[in-house]
């Protein structure tokens, strides 16, 4: 297996919290950054966050700072994200994969390509 595994996403309100967890093979995890990314049915997918590979420093897009928290296990090679006072705008399936960022820019490792199944949130308002 190549492909991370996300899970944790699901219905909730506007203004609520929810958390994402990843778990991803050695492979694909050590000694790499691993970022969330989200998308929208038609629409570009979305880097969001982006975590150093030894989870010392995490960049994240203008639309989640401040409300999302990434973190990263490397005993157990998993990333979680911990939403907080989300949006209907959220509403995304969201992914984990290896990633690179200039700042808030925020992109998949240009050498990953197996991404996972994803795992969908829905806010409401």
């Known amino acids: 297996q190549v492909q991370p595994v996300e899970s944790g996403g699901g219905l909730v309100q506007a203004g609520e919290s929810l958390r994402l967890t990843c778990t991803a093979p050695?492979?694909?995890?050590?000694?790499?950054?691993m970022g969330w990314f989200r998308q929208v049915t038609g629409k570009e997918r979305e880097g969001i966050s982006c975590?150093?590979?030894?989870?010392?420093?995490?960049w994240y897009s203008d639309s989640v700072k401040d409300r999302f928290t990434a973190n990263r296990d490397n005993d157990n090679k998993m990333v979680d994200l911990q939403m907080k006072k989300q949006k209907p705008e959220d509403t995304a399936i969201y992914f984990c994969?290896?990633?690179?960022?200039?700042?808030?820019?925020?992109?998949?490792?240009?050498?990953?390509?197996?991404w996972g199944q994803g795992t969908k949130v829905t806010v409401s308002s």
């Open positions: 994969a290896p990633c690179g960022s200039v700042a808030s820019i925020i992109d998949p490792a240009s050498d990953f390509h197996a």
């Open positions: 050695r492979l694909t995890f050590d000694g790499r950054a």
């Open positions: 975590t150093t590979a030894s989870g010392a420093r995490t």
